[in-house]
């Protein structure tokens, strides 16, 4: 099963930009649907964006409204890594973002499908 690691959170001012890596371990990264989610103080943990690669096509890329626009999800199997480029980043981008994974070749919002999550990183956005 894989392990997933973040890094990359901090301390920014609202404009700035950040990104945020996911480091995961194992041998099949490309069978994997990769997510970013984040939790608030005192929120629901919520969906910000996923990515396949698909079993027979391009696979597929989602994002959450809220961040639609600011902020990108990629990923480099080479390197078993997944990122989340934030930018325009706002002070209710607040919050702990968690990288998280299933096998699978098709994004789903829904927490509950993914099977592994990494520790969270920290994003603080200051106004």
């Known amino acids: 099963q894989v392990q997933l690691v973040e890094s990359g959170g901090g301390l920014v001012q609202a404009g700035d930009s950040l990104r945020l890596s996911c480091a995961a371990s194992?041998?099949?990264?490309?069978?994997?649907?990769m997510g970013w989610f984040r939790q608030a103080p005192g929120k629901e943990r919520e969906f910000v964006a996923g990515?396949?690669?698909?079993?027979?096509?391009?696979?597929?890329?989602k994002y959450a409204d809220s961040v639609k626009g600011r902020f990108t999800i990629s990923r480099d199997n080479a390197k078993n890594t997944v990122y989340l480029q934030m930018n325009s980043l706002k002070p209710e981008d607040t919050a702990v973002y968690y990288c998280?994974?299933?096998?699978?070749?098709?994004?789903?919002?829904?927490?509950?499908?993914?099977?592994?999550w990494g520790q969270g990183t920290q994003v603080t956005v200051s106004s």
């Open positions: 194992g041998r099949t990264f490309s069978s994997y649907v």
């Open positions: 998280a994974s299933y096998v699978g070749f098709t994004v789903v919002p829904n927490q509950s499908r993914y099977t592994t």
């Open positions: 990515n396949s690669i698909g079993a027979w096509s391009g696979g597929s890329t």
